[in-house]
């Protein structure tokens, strides 16, 4: 079923049930991985905002939660090449492991931006889960990219937190733009 979301039409892509299933395993692959440790998981706002929910209710060790705002894309359908950086992390991450949890990685641009900025503050580790991963719009590998959810192809995407001129996001399915 298509959906129009302003000027542009949508058309499934990974549904609700697929989500949550891999959302399952990829909170009891966290839970081992991290057992002896206590994890800061850092939500990178507005796109993550479902996707940490549904994974958070997967995780049964101590963690702490907190939140970072990023933007490349400012409502359009291609990532810009200059990072909005509106809302730091404000809890103290030295010698702790970190898990930044992403929507989405496409050109990988802002991803590099935030674990740079957060290597400046000496964590433990750093570790990156994303949803969805475009593998061909990545501009460099990412060596602390260790849990992805969904490869999707280069295309655009709204949904589960995703959005187009901020709307969309509300919606439990991922959607690909039609062409």
Same mark, same amino acid.
């Given at each position: 079923?298509?959906?129009?979301?302003?000027?542009?039409?949508? @058309?499934? &892509?990974?549904? @609700?049930?697929? $989500? $949550? =299933?891999?959302?399952?395993?990829?909170?009891?692959?966290?839970?081992?991985?991290?057992? %002896?440790?206590?994890?800061?998981?850092?939500?990178?706002?507005?796109?993550?905002?479902?996707?940490? !929910?549904?994974?958070?209710? %997967?995780?049964?060790?101590?963690? =702490?939660?907190?939140?970072?705002?990023? !933007?490349?894309?400012?409502?359009?359908?291609?990532?810009? /090449?200059?990072?909005?950086?509106? $809302?730091?992390?404000?809890?103290?991450?030295? #010698?702790?492991?970190?898990?930044?949890? =992403?929507?989405?990685?496409?050109?990988?641009?802002? &991803?590099?931006?935030?674990?740079?900025? /957060?290597?400046?503050? @000496?964590? !433990?580790?750093?570790?990156?889960?994303? /949803? &969805?991963?475009?593998?061909?719009?990545? %501009?460099?590998?990412?060596?602390?990219?260790?849990?992805? #959810?969904? @490869?999707?192809?280069? =295309?655009?995407?709204?949904?589960? #937190?995703?959005?187009? %001129?901020?709307?969309?996001?509300? /919606?439990?399915?991922?959607?690909?733009?039609?062409?």
């Amino acid at each position: 079923m298509k959906i129009k979301i302003a000027d542009l039409e949508f @058309e499934p &892509l990974i549904n @609700e049930d697929l $989500i $949550i =299933e891999r959302t399952k395993a990829i909170g009891q692959q966290l839970n081992a991985d991290y057992l %002896q440790s206590i994890p800061v998981f850092v939500g990178v706002l507005n796109g993550s905002f479902l996707f940490i !929910a549904d994974l958070i209710k %997967q995780i049964n060790i101590p963690c =702490e939660i907190a939140f970072t705002k990023l !933007a490349s894309y400012y409502g359009g359908t291609t990532s810009k /090449l200059k990072i909005r950086d509106d $809302i730091d992390l404000m809890v103290d991450i030295k #010698g702790r492991d970190v898990l930044i949890i =992403e929507d989405i990685v496409d050109t990988g641009n802002t &991803l590099h931006y935030l674990i740079d900025k /957060l290597k400046q503050r @000496e964590p !433990a580790s750093i570790k990156v889960c994303s /949803l &969805l991963l475009k593998p061909e719009a990545l %501009q460099s590998p990412i060596e602390e990219l260790k849990y992805v #959810g969904f @490869e999707i192809k280069n =295309e655009f995407v709204v949904g589960y #937190g995703l959005d187009y %001129q901020e709307m969309g996001r509300n /919606l439990r399915d991922i959607y690909k733009k039609v062409e």
